[in-house]
């Protein structure tokens, strides 16, 4: 990073945090964590992900699957032609596309098999990665770059097709809670105090729980099955996650969902061990835990609770038809293959590598799951065949 660009981040990060603060006074000096997660990831123009850090890729400050290997999107492309075979054609709708490297290789290797969906249709919250996935899908060839639109909201009209979402639920705003001398405590934002004057850090608060948050920490702690340990337990859960399942797939009228993330079911999410919850930040490929070090200048994301996703979609009339570790689902969907058909050994290497960099338990292969949700579609999902772990949920 040159003079110019740490002088650049810092006056950024210093309006983000002046609006944060003002914010906060506004709201009486406390403010929920979600708040403040929705305002540091995403404040038009300041947040994380509307203005123009770099973000994913190995200059980033993280790397995801399909910025790790094309063999991600490939695999994925085997999904979405399975599915679209299924519903006789259709389009494939992606949530969160980053920096577009999933969408161009799906639809490179969707291509390459014949079967390109009529459609391919993104909606990015940020304007910044819209951009540059619109100047990456530009450079698609042939008929490809025309068959992407960018949508503000999902579809209106019924569609059928494949939906993918891959890391984009760990990245919606989440509330956190405390148990302190078995007392449940909201865990909010406010200002530091320093001999009475304000000294601008951004500290965590406690504050008793609200009624329908004790409510519904109280439900979580009944299915996970073991009653919450009451002293220093600090978790997060996330309640925009079901009405926003329910809202992307609310149009979807025959096809599959499919949502990759890091995260667990319930039970083990909220594992009396877990005592520390899942809350992580991530600047220039370092992971933390404080989510107050650099507002506005690295990410901020929570592991998923698979079995709210499941939650969110039996009340969206959707079925669950497979949950399976990325392991599983990349080679169900014939990962290894797609390492054999490169072209050269030395090609065949990096891939090799890479897969292994995807599947590895100590990787992304066991952390990372896969969730599938249905409406009328009964496309047999080779993802899903090799390991179901929806008893799990
Ligand atoms: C961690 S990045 C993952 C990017 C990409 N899917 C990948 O795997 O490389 C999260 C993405 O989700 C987007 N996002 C966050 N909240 C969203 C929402 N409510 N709707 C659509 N996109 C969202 C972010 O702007 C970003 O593109």
Request: proline content about 5%; some cysteine.
């Amino acid at each position: 990073m040159t003079d110019a660009d740490l002088l650049h981040e810092s006056a950024h990060a210093a309006r983000l945090r002046r609006h944060i603060a003002a914010r906060i006074a506004a709201a009486g000096g406390w403010l929920p964590f979600d708040e403040y997660m929705q305002c540091a990831l995403y404040e038009p123009g300041l947040g994380y992900y509307s203005a123009g850090a770099r973000k994913l890729g190995a200059a980033g400050d993280f790397t995801t699957a399909p910025e790790m290997s094309v063999l991600f999107g490939r695999c994925l492309a085997r999904h979405c032609a399975a599915v679209l075979e299924a519903t006789g054609d259709g389009d494939v709708f992606e949530l969160g596309a980053g920096s577009g490297r999933l969408a161009f290789d799906v639809l490179m290797a969707m291509q390459a098999m014949g079967c390109p969906p009529w459609r391919y249709l993104i909606l990015e919250v940020s304007a910044d990665l819209r951009e540059r996935q619109q100047a990456l899908l530009a450079t698609l060839p042939g008929d490809l770059a025309a068959r992407v639109s960018w949508v503000d909201e999902p579809p209106r009209e019924p569609w059928r097709g494949a939906l993918l979402a891959n890391e984009v639920l760990d990245a919606l705003p989440v509330e956190c809670f405390v148990w302190r001398d078995g007392v449940l405590f909201e865990r909010g934002v406010g200002v530091a105090q320093d001999g009475g004057s304000i000294d601008g850090r951004f500290i965590w608060s406690e504050r008793p729980a609200p009624d329908s948050l004790r409510a519904e920490v109280e439900r979580l702690g009944a299915d996970a099955g073991t009653p919450w340990p009451q002293e220093d337990y600090a978790s997060e859960l996330c309640r925009r996650a079901g009405p926003w399942i329910g809202a992307v797939t609310s149009t979807m009228e025959q096809g599959v969902a499919l949502f990759i993330d890091y995260g667990l079911p319930r039970r083990e999410y909220y594992h009396p061990q877990r005592s520390g919850g899942t809350l992580r930040c991530h600047y220039r490929q370092r992971a933390h835990d404080d989510p107050f070090a650099r507002p506005g200048m690295e990410d901020i994301t929570a592991w998923v609770d698979f079995t709210r996703v499941a939650e969110a979609a039996d009340e969206a009339g959707l079925e669950v038809l497979g949950f399976c570790t990325q392991a599983a689902l990349l080679l169900g969907l014939g990962i290894e293959s797609e390492v054999a058909a490169a072209g050269d050994e030395r090609t065949r290497m990096q891939r090799a590598g890479e897969a292994r960099r995807l599947m590895m338990p100590e990787e992304m292969g066991e952390s990372f799951k896969a969730i599938a949700l249905g409406r009328g579609c009964d496309a047999p999902l080779a993802g899903f065949l090799l390991q179901d772990l929806r008893g799990r949920l």
